[in-house]
């Protein structure tokens, strides 16, 4: 069973799980209608319109052995109901969606999807964090907040149901050529805000490799927390560079001030807890993922690389258009260093 | 044809070079003036076409810049940009390293070409120029040009811009994790136990070792088996002799401290412009730490070790002090 179908990453995995011969039956379940663009990957899932209150009796009639719960949203929608629903959904939809499967029998396999943003944001944070680094303090973003209460919440379940193989996955943001999130909007506009004097270390993975993560966490057994990210950094500025945009350094104040205003009228999606991000930045080790799955994502810089690509127009810079610049620029000094040159000799025979 | 062409072709024309010049003693890690470097014959600083040498630092520097725009460069998983920091930064300390400060270094030879190494140093400078100026020295004196790795504290992290250079040059926040993680991937890391302690006293204090804090860089080096090299850093004393210290204005600036200095802050912004001292950096020889690994949490070998690591550094700053009789001297 999985949860959050009529969103992105919930309807690829569905497709993925029901093209796996090894899984018998997929059953979606969403609150809503999957958008026409999800639709046709999911033919050959069962999908109940339900959220997940209602989860604990579909867990109970189906029977299901694995439940992978994705129905978690990053940002709120000013469309459908703001930060109370996005509560509503990450936190009582995960509450119930567990108490439900604490409750079924047949259950062998939980999926979670967490976030890195679990690790929370301070200026005393080690660089790099491990599964075992623990938040220094609660962090102010809201879906950072909700995501440190979802873990609370597997780790109820983990002490009360120790026979189920419980997964975590910790996912960094997640870019592709076509992924559309928040953070995939932000380096696509031509001018990039950024916090003034900080370089915030970022890391991605891709939406490929975040699908094979947790397909193999449905169909192998993998209990345990996992960092999901590509290895390697790019500095916010080198990958604001590296899209070709231009970056528009601003106070932190002011960008907070003005997300807000932009969240206010609709237009934005940036929150406290990308701002932070940028403030802080947030690396993780993968080895421990590497070593349990066997599969190494591809790393931050290829990630993005692939993102750069579906994204071409609209930049400013590009690589070709520097060097060719580059060029330009070096021919012409050499063609007015050789005619002073020339001139000079001249006038000295 | 050229002189020397015309020469060869002469008849009689023997092989003859000039004898070799006595190579002079550097001073200051610089060579005297009108001198060469030692070991370079006369030959080989022949004019080179000065219009190939322009050309090739255009052709350098653009493509540098290119580099930079088209954001083709690594970084490391601390934020660590080699590039920009052997590129940018080193170039502009080092001239403040030799013609500044005309800094001498001894010891070079105790800090091993490869693996891990905690450097551990004493602080002092009111501004934390010390530790820049250790890393210059290592990058420049070292035959392996290894980069130093240090560790700041929080409030680097805290100040905007400040945070940004910093990660940039490969610092990183003072925490255990941080430190352990760059010994086991054979990174050197420069340490300062004395922390705000050591930058923030008074000149009547100069070169009298402060208090160092829990031992913690003593556990994570045990814990990672690497061993520890005392670093002595004579001259960073006297850049800005802190007379006083305001207090209650440290605190409304939620600063540690508030230096009132001969120049600072009477004259503005040039009061932040080092005196000239003449700085010694003297790298002791390591204390090895794989036998004692199992001892990383025993509190009593920790504070015996930090001990011995305060102590040597302490005698070695009094040897380079009677080497310097004159704080300004040449």
Redesign the interface.
């Known amino acids: 069973m999985v949860t959050g179908v009529s969103r992105f990453l919930g309807a690829r995995v569905a497709a993925r799980l029901t093209a796996d011969p090894r899984v018998e039956r997929v059953v979606g379940l969403d609150p809503h209608d999957p958008p026409p663009a999800l639709a046709s990957l999911l033919t050959g899932v069962e999908i109940i319109r339900a959220d997940a209150r209602a989860a604990s009796g579909a867990i109970a009639e189906l029977g299901a052995e694995a439940v992978v719960h994705l129905a978690v949203t990053s940002a709120p929608d000013p469309h459908a109901g703001g930060r109370a629903a996005m509560k509503e959904q990450n936190v009582i939809g995960t509450m119930q969606l567990l108490a439900a499967a604490q409750a079924s029998r047949p259950l062998r396999k939980l999926v979670i999807r967490s976030s890195t943003a679990a690790y929370g944001a301070s200026f005393k944070d080690p660089a790099v964090f491990t599964e075992d680094t623990e938040p220094r303090a609660v962090p102010r973003g809201s879906y950072a907040r909700d995501i440190l209460d979802i873990e609370g919440y597997v780790r109820g379940f983990r002490r009360r149901r120790p026979e189920v193989d419980a997964t975590v996955l910790r996912f960094a943001p997640l870019i592709s050529s076509t992924a559309d999130t928040t953070l995939t909007r932000y380096f696509a506009q031509p001018l990039v805000p950024t916090v003034w004097g900080r370089d915030a270390r970022l890391q991605f993975v891709h939406v490929e490799d975040a699908l094979e993560v947790l397909h193999r966490s449905v169909v192998e057994n993998h209990p345990g927390t996992f960092n999901v990210a590509g290895a390697g950094v790019l500095a916010l500025s080198q990958a604001v560079r590296r899209a070709g945009r231009i970056s528009v350094p601003l106070l932190e104040g002011t960008l907070s001030s003005l997300a807000a205003v932009a969240r206010n009228i609709g237009i934005g999606q940036i929150g406290l807890d990308q701002i932070d991000l940028f403030v802080h930045g947030r690396v993780v080790d993968t080895t421990r993922l590497v070593n349990e799955f066997g599969f190494t994502p591809r790393t931050t810089e290829e990630a993005f690389d692939d993102f750069i690509q579906g994204h071409a127009n609209g930049a400013a810079f590009t690589a070709d258009r520097l060097a060719a610049a580059e060029n330009a620029i070096l021919e012409g000094i050499r063609a007015v260093r050789a005619s002073a040159t020339a001139a000079a000799g001249s006038e000295k025979p | 044809m050229s002189q020397e062409e015309d020469r060869r072709t002469l008849p009689g024309h023997v092989d003859f070079e000039l004898p070799a010049e006595a190579s002079k003693q550097t001073v200051n890690g610089r060579h005297p003036l009108n001198g060469r470097p030692p070991g370079v014959a006369r030959a080989d600083v022949r004019p080179r076409d000065a219009?190939d040498i322009?050309?090739r630092r255009?052709?350098r520097g653009?493509?540098f810049?290119?580099r930079?725009?088209?954001?083709?460069?690594e970084?490391?998983?601390?934020?660590f940009?080699v590039e920009l920091t052997d590129g940018v930064f080193y170039p502009m300390l080092k001239v403040l390293y030799r013609d500044w400060f005309r800094t001498e270094v001894f010891g070079i030879d105790n800090v091993p070409d490869a693996g891990g190494g905690l450097m551990v140093g004493n602080h002092s400078g009111t501004l934390a120029l010390d530790a820049m100026m250790l890393s210059v020295a290592l990058r420049d004196q070292h035959p392996k040009d290894r980069h130093l790795r240090l560790l700041g504290a929080?409030l680097v992290?805290?100040?905007?811009?400040?945070?940004?250079l910093a990660?940039?040059a490969g610092v990183?926040?003072a925490?255990n994790?941080?430190a352990e993680?760059l010994m086991s991937s054979g990174e050197l890391v420069g340490v300062f136990p004395e922390g705000f302690k050591g930058i923030g006293k008074r000149y009547a204090d100069r070169y009298k070792l402060q208090r160092f804090g829990r031992g913690g860089f003593v556990s994570a080096a045990l814990r990672t088996g690497t061993p520890i090299i005392p670093v002595a850093i004579v001259g960073a004393e006297e850049i800005y002799p802190m007379l006083a210290d305001l207090k209650p204005l440290a605190r409304l600036l939620g600063v540690p401290y508030f230096p009132v200095t001969p120049t600072f802050p009477w004259l503005g912004p040039l009061g932040l412009i080092p005196l000239p001292s003449k700085w010694l950096i003297q790298f002791c020889p390591p204390i090895p730490t794989e036998h004692l690994t199992e001892f990383a949490d025993d509190p009593m070998v920790v504070y015996n070790l930090a001990d011995q690591v305060r102590e040597t550094i302490q005698t070695t700053l009094h040897g380079l002090l009677e080497k310097r009789p004159d704080p300004f001297g040449p």
């Open positions: 219009v322009w050309d255009v052709a653009l493509a810049l290119r930079r725009l088209a954001g083709a460069y970084v490391d998983d601390f934020g940009d929080d992290f805290r100040v905007p811009v400040m945070s940004e990660r940039k990183t926040v925490c994790p941080d993680r």
